[in-house]
């Protein structure tokens, strides 16, 4: 599967067939979260492969939405060092590098996933056997899917994202949230970008075309815009 294809066609797979992944696959799996880069190539981070079906099923209390674990055929607990400093962002920019990593390596496998954000820590810490100053935030499945068309399921379609004319008025969001302003760029009538953010203003973007949104900061002359809302402005905008 070439790499386009493999982060074109990934889906979140959440029921699994009842069979334990292959002892290859499964080091595929853990060997390309071994493999992805780091911030300063620190590797700050543990791997923590569970197969226990006891394990899984308690597994499921640490947070809303980790049903799934309890019928995977491993969970993969992602650690790293209990980091409140000025390093722990870097420290989840990187585990989220090495789950994807996971993902596409699995998904080229047959294999689908989900992940699992932990909010009981400390179920997770004692179900893990975690050492004092270790911390588990995320948990991704793993298995064969339960219905194997999932692997070759269409994408759904998007709805068309409208264009903007530049300057049609956005929301401002930051110091001064609910502000009108004129957008110093926008989206011409073709979907291209049709001019520079100026310094210090800014921008707001979509991140799916269908109405979740966000708001980012570009200080920079010369940023172009990114795509933008459907609509001509933004109610309840939030900061990334």
Not at 4 to 20: E, L, Y
Not at 30 to 36: E, G, P, V
Not at 167 to 180: I, N, Q
Request: with cysteine.
């Amino acid at each position: 599967m070439e790499t386009w294809q493999a982060i074109n066609t990934v889906r979140v797979v959440r029921r699994f067939a009842d069979r334990p992944l292959t002892p290859e696959h499964l080091d595929r799996i853990l060997n390309a979260a071994r493999r992805t880069g780091s911030s300063k190539n620190e590797q700050k981070w543990a791997f923590i492969s569970v197969t226990d079906r006891e394990v899984l099923h308690q597994l499921t209390g640490v947070g809303r939405y980790a049903d799934h674990l309890a019928g995977a055929a491993v969970a993969v607990a992602l650690v790293t060092a209990d980091d409140r400093g000025r390093g722990s962002r870097s420290l989840l920019w990187d585990l989220g590098r090495a789950a994807q990593s996971m993902v596409l390596a699995a998904w080229e496998l047959g294999i689908g996933s989900a992940p699992a954000t932990v909010f009981d820590f400390d179920l997770a810490a004692r179900l893990l056997g975690l050492p004092d100053g270790q911390k588990c935030h995320y948990l991704l499945s793993f298995g064969y899917p339960a219905d194997p068309s999932a692997l070759t399921a269409p994408n759904k379609p998007r709805r068309p994202q409208a264009a903007r004319r530049c300057g049609s008025p956005g929301t401002l969001v930051g110091p001064s949230r609910g502000a009108s302003f004129p957008l110093r760029g926008g989206i011409g009538q073709e979907g291209q970008p049709c001019g520079p953010i100026q310094p210090a203003s800014w921008l707001i973007w979509s991140s799916d075309g269908i109405g979740g949104h966000a708001a980012a900061q570009w200080p920079t002359a010369g940023v172009r815009s990114w795509p933008l809302p459907p609509s001509d402005a933004i109610s309840t905008p939030e900061l990334l």
